[in-house]
């Protein structure tokens, strides 16, 4: 399996950015992403979705390259996570349940988009 360095390093190479370029996008420096390509240092996610932007390759990729995520999806990972009380669910048929625990990810991915919104002023 391509590591985490080995896959962003040939992604900026198809694309044609030269490392500095793709640094200087992702906000870091040269020498830290010469680290990251070389598999000597795994970055943050934060630093993660600045080097996604920068090559155009999914985050969750970059994310589960570096150990973050599993093979999972973050729909997924959520679903594990999300406890809806026993009693919340008394009387629903299968799809109402389903459509219960829709509405209940999409409240949670509203939630973080406010979070992120918030964090960023």
């Not at 999914?58 to 009380?85: G, H, Q, R």
């Not at 299968?94 to 992120?116: G, H, M, N, S």
């Amino acid at each position: 399996m391509e590591t985490l360095g080995t896959y962003i390093a040939r992604h900026r190479e198809e694309i044609g950015k030269s490392g500095r370029q793709a640094a200087r996008d992702a906000g870091i420096s040269n020498s830290y992403l010469s680290k990251i390509e070389h598999d000597i240092t795994i970055p943050s996610p934060e630093v993660l979705n600045k080097i996604a932007k920068s090559i155009h390759v999914p985050y969750e990729v970059l994310m589960e390259k570096a150990k973050y995520l599993d093979s999972k999806t973050m729909e997924e990972i959520l679903e594990e996570y999300l406890y809806i009380p026993p009693e919340a669910l008394e009387g629903l048929n299968f799809e109402e349940r389903e459509e219960a625990k829709k509405r209940a990810l999409a409240e949670i991915r509203e939630f973080t988009e406010t979070v992120k919104r918030y964090r960023k002023r």
